[in-house]
């Protein structure tokens, strides 16, 4: 079973940037569908970003602008570039991947933006 491992959540102030990063146990990313995801207090997990194996993008309407997916050459890391950071992007952020035999889940690395 593939492991993810989140790291690079923080404390940062409204208009701060992060890059969160989300390592594999294997080289999963660059032949499947990868995905970050975000959960706040009381709330739903939601979508973030999304790269496909072709490598075409796909992010929220939040995200839009700000955020950027990538992954290494390597195919075992994935990013997520957060700038221009807003109080209501606090959460808990988890990784996804898309595997032909089940989905995995990171758990989760803690983002929080103070006003």
């Known amino acids: 079973q593939v492991q993810l491992v989140e790291s690079g959540g923080d404390l940062v102030q409204a208009g701060g940037s992060l890059r969160l990063s989300c390592t594999a146990s294997g080289n999963i990313f660059m032949g499947n569908t990868m995905a970050w995801f975000r959960q706040a207090p009381g709330s739903q997990r939601e979508f973030v970003a999304g790269m496909y194996v072709n490598g075409v993008t796909n992010y929220a309407d939040s995200a839009k602008g700000r955020f950027t997916i990538s992954r290494n050459r390597a195919g075992n890391e994935m990013y997520l570039q957060m700038n221009s950071l807003k109080p209501e992007d606090t959460a808990t952020y988890y990784c996804?991947?898309?595997?032909?035999?089940?989905?995995?889940w990171g758990q989760g690395t803690q983002v929080t933006v103070s006003s």
């Open positions: 996804k991947a898309i595997l032909p035999y089940g989905d995995s």
